[in-house]
């Protein structure tokens, strides 16, 4: 069983930074994943990409993000990184950890709580 394991979430005031982190644990020899990302969801809403970043690096970002938040990862260590910097009280939410495994198996981690005060 592999899981994803994130870190990092925190209450910071509005301008502030965090780091976020996800790594897999578990039964994860000869587990490489194709495509890693970080979707968030906020009360009400529906859960939504913040970013996405493939094994060769490759990067996408949602527009309400760009410019601010930095996704990045470490293939052989299967981690994925957020920078969320300039955090606004819309960033709150609950940030999920996503990633898909070369087999097209997809994993979810439990999330970590970032709220931003104004």
């Known amino acids: 069983q592999v899981q994803l394991v994130e870190s990092g979430g925190g209450l910071v005031q509005a301008g502030g930074s965090l780091r976020l982190s996800c790594a897999a644990s578990g039964m994860v020899f000869g587990i490489r994943f194709k495509t890693m990302a970080w979707y968030r969801q906020a009360p009400g809403k529906q859960r939504e990409l913040v970013a996405d970043?493939?094994?060769?690096?490759?990067?996408n970002y949602a527009m309400s993000v760009k410019g601010r938040f930095t996704i990045s990862g470490d293939n052989a260590k299967n981690t994925v990184y957020l920078q969320l910097n300039s955090l606004k009280p819309e960033d709150t939410a609950n940030y999920y950890c996503y990633a898909r495994s070369t087999w097209e198996v997809d994993y979810w981690g439990k999330g970590t709580q970032v709220t931003v005060s104004s």
């Open positions: 970043i493939t094994s060769g690096g490759g990067t």
